[in-house]
């Protein structure tokens, strides 16, 4: 039975990557090779929209909400209106030169056309890509708030928190002392995980006053992480993977760790115990380093769960690249022969990134947990 249903994820999985990706035989057609890079950049950065299926104008996507404040003017459209990035709609376009792409730009002295950017190009007497910068207006003040991928995501992945925690509550009310049952039985043992081994440990007798936000923390990069996994839709994106949510965090462990701190732990900053005083006078370099130090710790957080879950995403998108690597250097056939091993070794990397998603929701937990317990310790006596 267990055999069986490996066989069916393995084969559902296969059938998921070539529906998902069979335009690469067009795209061998018209560019006689598959360019790995753009595809894995393409699924690892933001978007202003979800993407399904496809690749360019044959491309399958859910459109998103863009929301623009233009010198204080909202201005409030779908983001299918730019047509995969080829036209502009009311004066507005998605970046289309090297120092604007993945950016929404304004056109300069166009009014509010919409229509194709090449044509409008072509009206103007623009004959290459250099000249392209004149079409964008670099003194527009733009206030961007759109509904990306990532943000759709982080709301879905907050209404499913709020979901799973709402019901084991309720469970814990209804079910009071009886054996954990369900979700709460999935969620409970997490739970006392993080009270056991992290908060207690690093916070002592005053951990009751973080332990919510250490669960918040924890669960929200878990799922998160776990939603990245996913291929299709809701899944897929790249939220912890992006260096703007996990700086948001790193920057709420700073601002714990600031505000918790005591007496004894800027004493220890400024004047070290234990250090030879060398190293304290006339150059205070240990101050320094320790100062520095107030900063390094949460931005060592921030690059850490930033990097492994992105590196885990492109080495994912590398091997389901090597199937079409192959395919369109030696022919179809070699393509559907390397497809069994990249897939199988895909199960495997998705098997070892639900282990890194755990590992990191701790470690993130656990590091936060430490450092503010570290900002608290009293002084001991010698």
Not at 222 to 244: E, K, Q, R, Y
Not at 333 to 349: K, N, P, R
Request: proline share 5%; charged share 15%.
């Amino acid at each position: 039975m267990k055999m069986k249903k490996l066989i069916f994820a393995l084969a559902a999985a296969f059938f998921l990557i070539f529906s998902s990706t069979s335009l690469f035989a067009n795209d061998s057609k018209e560019d006689s090779k598959f360019n790995p890079g753009p595809f894995i950049v393409e699924h690892v950065i933001d978007d202003y929209g979800w993407h399904i299926t496809g690749s360019g104008d044959k491309s399958v996507s859910i459109p998103l909400p863009v929301i623009l404040f233009d010198n204080g003017k909202p201005v409030v459209f779908m983001s299918s209106k730019f047509h995969h990035g080829h036209n502009a709609y009311k004066g507005y376009a998605l970046g289309f030169t090297p120092d604007t792409k993945r950016t929404i730009v304004k056109l300069k002295g166009t009014g509010e056309y919409t229509g194709p950017i090449a044509l409008l190009a072509e009206s103007l007497g623009v004959e290459n890509e250099e000249q392209m910068a004149q079409l964008i207006d670099a003194d527009a003040s733009i206030i961007d708030i759109s509904i990306t991928k990532n943000v759709c995501s982080l709301i879905i992945s907050i209404i499913l928190l709020l979901w799973l925690f709402l019901k084991v509550a309720k469970q814990y009310k209804t079910r009071e002392n009886k054996a954990p049952h369900g979700a709460q039985g999935l969620v409970e043992p997490l739970i006392l995980f993080i009270r056991d081994e992290v908060a207690i440990p690093s916070l002592g007798d005053k951990y009751e006053k973080y332990f919510p936000y250490l669960l918040t923390l924890f669960f929200f990069i878990l799922v998160n992480n776990l939603m990245g996994l996913i291929p299709i839709f809701p899944g897929g994106a790249n939220v912890t993977g992006n260096i703007a949510i996990t700086g948001i965090l790193a920057v709420i462990t700073f601002l714990m760790t600031t505000f918790s701190s005591n007496k004894n732990y800027w004493k220890h900053i400024v004047n070290t115990p234990g250090v030879p005083w060398f190293l304290k006078f006339p150059i205070p370099l240990m101050p320094v380093v320790e100062f520095i130090g107030i900063f390094t710790k949460p931005f060592v957080l921030m690059v850490r769960l930033f990097a492994n879950i992105t590196a885990g995403h492109i080495i994912a998108l590398g091997v389901i690249s090597l199937i079409f690597i192959f395919g369109g250097l030696y022919g179809p056939a070699l393509g559907y022969g390397v497809s069994v091993v990249s897939l199988l070794f895909y199960v495997f990397m998705g098997l070892l990134e639900c282990i890194v998603a755990f590992i990191q929701a701790f470690v993130f937990t656990l590091l936060t947990a430490l450092f503010t317990g570290m900002a608290m310790e009293e002084e001991h006596e010698h």
